[in-house]
Structures are given as structure tokens and as C-alpha cells.
């Protein structure tokens, strides 16, 4: 390139963005010109999480009407309206989103945000980089729809960033062995380094010893069997430890919806409403154990140390996994094997190992993409 490529950083979820925050820290330290353009998945949250970290607001939001996807419905139209862009002529899309200018997009893990941006990018006829490529289930139904996206990304990307050497070999494997690098870790414990760092904001009042249970994903959402599952854990953990369950707004509906909440309740559990991502760390740091399905809150706890109950069939995350993670297979069995002994999974802390994933990003986008005399 003979001129300072167009970096855009494409947010979606809250988990998504979260992740690709160190990365767009990284564009400025090193002065480097970019943009963020919003889908408009959780606008809301987005919006947070870029006044908590100091970052620009977004130059573009693809769905500015809305505040973020919290419904079936609303994310048909919300997805519906993210596909009209695909099939606006390439001059259109360059010129409405991207200044007329060729560049690299920077897409992150396996949501419909992560498909539908680079399908966008890809129509547009910009490079696109997928931050956390290469991890697999190897069974298209679950997760639903996650697998399916990391497949038709990592086939259309022409950067693949892997976050650790399992994924870097599933790469491989998939042919892909020529656009991939790999990484000293997930990009999360960046992320979760700046959050530690900061001063700790002021929680609602705990218990002195607690357990975090977080839930969000639509297939647990959606199904009552899965849902009353996850609420009967829940009571069974707060026999022996106070349980504070952080709910996502659609984690309240669906609660309500199938008449759970005053199971939770009447159980005497603690309702807590989303916190800033600094917030939530420091619960997390300090919780005894975390029962979730969360897979980024599965690598949080990892480096971190924490015991945590994954309540999911499978995952394609390996961090954890035989350490401090217990994968409950949805099994009532399993599901009780951790709540009898959480402190065996318990392990040391080690986000502060000496690896900085996003800074590796940006030092191989600027080896081979940015032009020498733009680079700090």
C-alpha cells in the first residue's frame, strides 16, 4: 500500500467490543488513523464501553434508530436491515462507509455482527482481519449459530488472528495456513489488565463471600428445559454460598416469560443489573466460584483463577478446561460434582502474565500493512 490504509474497527456486541478495545488503545498509541463503525447489535452497551475506556465515538452507525437487539424480532430487522448494505454496489459502499478509501476491517469472534460486517467489508472491497479465528466446536448446531459464522469468516478473512496454538492448528487444518498468525493469548486478557487497573467503582452492597452467575446466551434463553435448568442451579448453589445473579435485559424477560424469576426470588438469590466491564471484573475477581454460559466469562476466569461452572453441551474455548473450568455437559450429575467441592477447581491467578496479544496485532498489521513512514 502506498499510503496509509483506512483501519475500521466494527463493534457489535458488548463481548465483541470489549475484546477489540486494547487493539483500537493500540491505533492510538502508535498514532495510526482509524474509525469505528457500530452495527448497532448492543448500541447501548457500546456506547458505555466507549466512555468508560476514553475511546472516539463511532463515525458511522449502521442502525442509529435503535439502542441495541434485545428480542427475536427486533434482531430479524435489526439483521434484515444489515443485509441491505451487502447489496448496495461497491462504489456505494465505499463511499457511504469507508470515505471512498481502501483499508483493513477488524471483525472480532463469532456473532451475526462478525458476519454481517464482513460481508459488508468484503462487498466493499476492504482486507478484513477476524481477531479470535480459529476456534472450533466441530458441530455446526452447537453453538448455534457461532460455529457456522467462525467457519464462513475464516474462509473469507485475509488476516486470522489465533488466539492460542489449538486454534492456530485448527487453521491449518482447515487450509487456511497462509493468512494465519499466531498469538500469545486472547486478546481479552488485554482488556482485562486496563479494567483491574483502574480505580475500583463503587458496587452495590455484598455478601463477604459470594458466588457470580451470569447468563445471556439465546440458546439457554429460549428454552425452558435449559432456563429451569440454569434456575435450579442457582437455588441448589445458594444452599451453601449467597449467589448475586448478574441478568442481562433479556435474561429478565425470558425469566419472566416462563415465571422463573420468583423462583429466583423467593430463593432469596440477588438480582444485579449490568455493570461497566471495570465493575464486573472485580466482582468476578473476588467471587468464590461463577456458575455461567458465558465463553468469554470462562476465559476471564481462567486467568483469573476462579472456579467456574460452565453450563453449556460443549465449548470451543480450551482455556480452562481440566483446571479451574468444570464443562457441565448440561448434566445434573456434573452440575452437582462442582457445587459439592468449588474450591478443588480453584487456581492462581495469572492475569498478570507478560503477554499483550493486541500489541502483537497491531506490530503484524504494521509490518506488512502500514507504510514505514507511518509507523511509531
Known sequence: MNSHPLL?????????????????????KRGWPYRIIDTGQHAKLV???IEQFGLRKPGLSLTPEQEGVSTLGGGLRWMLRLLSFVFRSRSRLQAELFQGKSGICFVHGDTMSTLLSCLIAKRAGQKVAHVEAGLRSRNYLHPFPEEIVRVLVMRMAD???????????????????????????????DTMRLSLARPAPTLPELPEKYALATIHRVETLYSRKRLRLVVDTLVNAQKTMPVVF?????????????????????????????????????????????????????????????????????????????????????????IQK???????????????????????????????????????
Do not use: W
Not at 474497527?9 to 493500540?26: D, H, N, R, S, Y
Not at 496454538?165 to 485448527?170: D, H, L, P, V
Not at 473450568?325 to 445434573?332: F, H, N, R, T
Open 8 to 28: 475500521t474497527v466494527f463493534t457489535g456486541t458488548k463481548a465483541m467490543f470489549i475484546k477489540l478495545v486494547p487493539l483500537v488503545l493500540e491505533f492510538e
Open 47 to 49: 456506547a458505555h464501553i
Open 159 to 189: 488476516y486470522l488472528f489465533a488466539p492460542s496454538k489449538t486454534a492456530f492448528e485448527n487453521l491449518e487444518k482447515m487450509g487456511l495456513r497462509n493468512k494465519s498468525y499466531l498469538l500469545s493469548g486472547n486478546t481479552n486478557i
Open 246 to 334: 448478574i441478568q442481562h435485559p433479556p435474561t429478565v424477560k425470558r425469566l419472566k416469560a416462563y415465571r422463573l424469576d420468583t423462583v429466583l426470588d423467593n430463593a432469596g438469590i440477588l438480582p444485579l443489573s449490568l455493570l461497566n466491564h471495570s465493575g464486573f471484573v472485580n466482582l468476578l475477581k473476588n467471587a468464590e466460584f461463577v456458575i455461567t454460559d458465558g465463553g468469554s466469562i470462562q476465559e476471564e476466569t481462567f486467568y483469573l483463577g476462579v472456579p467456574c461452572l460452565l453450563l453449556r453441551r460443549n465449548t470451543e474455548r480450551e482455556e480452562g478446561l481440566g483446571e479451574n473450568v468444570l464443562l457441565s455437559k448440561l448434566d445434573g450429575n456434573i
Open 338 to 376: 462442582f457445587l459439592d467441592a468449588p474450591e478443588v477447581y480453584r487456581r492462581v491467578d495469572s492475569s498478570e502474565t507478560a503477554i499483550n496479544p493486541s500489541e502483537e496485532i497491531a506490530d503484524i498489521i504494521g509490518k506488512f500493512c502500514i507504510p514505514p513512514s507511518t509507523i511509531n
